[in-house]
Each structure stands twice: as structure tokens, then as C-alpha cells.
């Protein structure tokens, strides 16, 4: 993994590492929202713990580096316990920092995947598409075994919690949507999520736009950086950041809508990856693009009062995305659109804004722990009834699809996006 920033953009402002963990008291006040500790009760699995190791860390006082790896790589980064703490400590942004002190090299596929973003998005795209045909005619399931053979247990993982496995890629799907002559409103980044594995979300998501927001255009990405920015390499995030911010200038004004909250919550970091004494220019035009980045919850729940109500008399509920609720404080606008379309259907569910577990790659890669998180979430669905439930990050959908199909069959998990623009075409068949 590559060198640390360093320096971090705090509610306080800007800090450098050491001064961002000194803000920690260790008055514990985070703790019981802290899914990992809850899970476990173990300190050094809390946000207490853990910015104690990153602490010990840069006093270069760490006695056991290998147990503060395992204390940091199972953080979820879901930013519970900022959400929670007074002084709204950076943790997640301190875990990330740790991870890259502790220089742990990021595993090759992650490293490869990148660098397939950034130089062959075309390649990448025809791989998928290979493997999906492969799971489709169920040749990856007998599969797994190779690849777990081969040190490959997360590829065997993903392919097992995995159950998409789409004919078409979003950017197929969209030929079919978009009219020739593109409007200028608003632009849609598609994140990877709905681009390469849930293009049903990205039709979806310009269906609702379109009809609430007018002709927008589609703009060119390779993805937003987050995987390279949380597994792998910093300079290939920056990288990554500075061609989005270059095709979003050249695209003109207008707002940026994304549509994976986790995605989005990254595409409005990017001033962080820009804070080194040379990269004046490059932090303000990140900032300025930042300014513009919308997650499609936010708008809308903007348009609620012109969301009609859908056919469906399910009991619905929505689950707040870690980085939809804890990165970007989206708690009531999400909610207001739901609520919107589905009326006296919809119920609060408990522990609505506890993580999932699926958070990225951690429930591919700690699999009992994620699996010990997700139990809690699909007892709370169970615990109202709930037969659909709402979310807006790729993680959720994944994670919360695996859980109800293991623990409850009753309920469906859809992204706001598919809940909105279907109750937009059941009342005005858009
Ligand atoms: S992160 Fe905040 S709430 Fe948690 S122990 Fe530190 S100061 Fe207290
Ligand atoms: S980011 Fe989430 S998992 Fe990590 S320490 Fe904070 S609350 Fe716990």
C-alpha cells in the first residue's frame, strides 16, 4: 500500500494524522455504535482501540504490528462512531491511514483491477461479461474450489454471495435509454456498482432523473477511486480523481448525480487527496467539482412532493447506507422519498442506521464477522415485517440480498432508485 496522506480534512479543519487521533479522549462514548465491537466486545476491535493503535503507531510505539493489521483491516469504515463522537473524530480516515503505516501491500487482484479501471475499462468489461455466462451456466460455482486452491478464497467468496449475473453491462442498458442530443442539467456518474454488476439500478436511476430532472447527460468514468483509495494504491486514486474531475469540467455546469452512496460519499473526499504542498491547483478544482457531486437520494428526496405513490401494499423500509447517512448525513432525505412512494406502507425499522457488514470487500474477506453484523440487520427487516426494504449503495444490495435469502425470503431489497422510477411508471408509465 502506498504512503499515508498524512494530512486529513477533520470537522475541525485540516489536520495532520497525529493531531486528528489526538482528538480522541478515550471517553468510549462511540463504542456501543461500533458494529464490530458490538459483535465482539473486543476493545481493540472498537473506535477507541483502534485509534489508540494508530496513535501508538505514529509515537512509533507499536509493539505488535501484526495483531494492529487484524484490529484495522476489520474495520467496516462505516463511520458510525463519528457520527456518534462529540468531537467527531476521523476514525475511518485514521483506520485507512494505519493500514497504509503498516505499508500492507494491497493483494495483486486488487492491484490489477485498478490498473484494468484505469488503462482497459473495455477489457474489464468483457471479463465480466465472460464470467457471468460462466455463473449463469452455474461452471463458477464448481469453480470455487480451484480458486480457493489457487489463494484466491475472496473471488470464491464473491462468486458465493454474489447472485448477479447480468446479460447486459449499464452502458448497453443505457444505448436503449438515452435520446440523441443530450440535455445539460445534470450529469450521471455511474459508479461500478450499477455500471459492471447491477445495471438495473443505472437504467433506473436515469429513468427517475429523467422524468424529475429533464434530459441529463452520461459521463464517461472508469470509476471514482474508492477501491483503489481503500485497498490499493493512492496515486492510482488520484489519478482516477483527476480524470473525473477533467471530464466534469469539460462537460460544462450543472450538477453530478451518482447513484452508490458509497461511491458518491468518495467523489465528495476527493479535496483529501489533494493536500500535499504542490497540489494547490488540483485541491480547488477537486473542490470546485465536489461542490457539484449529488447523490440520487439527495435529489430525491429535493422532489419528494412530486413522487407519487406506488401500486405495491408491501411493508417497505429503508436502510441507511453507511456512507449515504454517516458520509454525507443523509438521514432524512432518502426517507422522504421512500416515504413518498410507498404512504402508510412504510415502517422505521430497528437499528435502520447499523451497517450491514457488507461494507466493499469485508464481507468477501471476514466472512464469519460480516455474517455475525448482517444477522442483526435482517432481524431488525424481520422484526416489522418488512417485504421490501430500500437502500443506495452497491455493498447493501449485495449484503442484504445474501442475508434475506439465507436468513428471511420474505423480503426483496431494491435500490431507492428502482423504488422511485417504479412508482413514477406505475403512475405515469415512464
Ligand atoms: S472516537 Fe470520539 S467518542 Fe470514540 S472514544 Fe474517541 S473521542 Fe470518544
Ligand atoms: S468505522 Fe465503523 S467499524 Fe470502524 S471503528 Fe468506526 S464504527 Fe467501528
Known sequence: MSEPLGRLLTALGERTDYDAVSQCSRCGYCEQACPTYVATG???????GRNQLVRLMLEGKLEDPAAAEEAL????????????CY?????????????????VRPHWLVRRLSRLMIESPGTLARLLKLGYLFKRLGLSRLGRPLLRA?????????????????RRLLDEELDALRAPGE????????????????????????????????RGRFLENSCCGLLANNYGELEDARELARRNIVRAEAAGAGQIVGDCSSCVAFLKSYPQLFLGPSDAEWRSRAEAFAARVRDAVEVYGEEAGRLPLGDDSATVVYHDSCRALNGQGLKEEPRRAVKSCSGSCYREMPDAGVCCGGAGAFAFVHEELSDEILKRKVGGAASVQARVVVTSATSCLIQLARGFRKYYPEARVLHVSEFVAGALHDRHGT
Do not use: I
Open 42 to 48: 473486543r476493545e481493540a476491535y472498537s473506535p477507541r
Open 73 to 84: 483491516s476489520t474495520c467496516l469504515l462505516c463511520g458510525a462512531c463519528t457520527t456518534a
Open 150 to 166: 489457487a489463494g484466491l478464497p475472496v473471488l470464491a467468496a464473491m462468486d458465493e454471495h454474489v447472485d448477479e449475473a447480468p
Open 183 to 214: 440535455g445539460s442539467a445534470w450529469s450521471y456518474f455511474a459508479p461500478c456498482g450499477p455500471r459492471y454488476l447491477f445495471p438495473r439500478v443505472g437504467a433506473a436511476t436515469w429513468r427517475a432523473l429523467t422524468a424529475l430532472l429533464g
Open 87 to 103: 468531537g467527531k473524530v476521523a476514525t475511518p480516515d485514521l483506520v485507512l491511514e494505519g493500514r497504509r503505516s503498516l505499508r
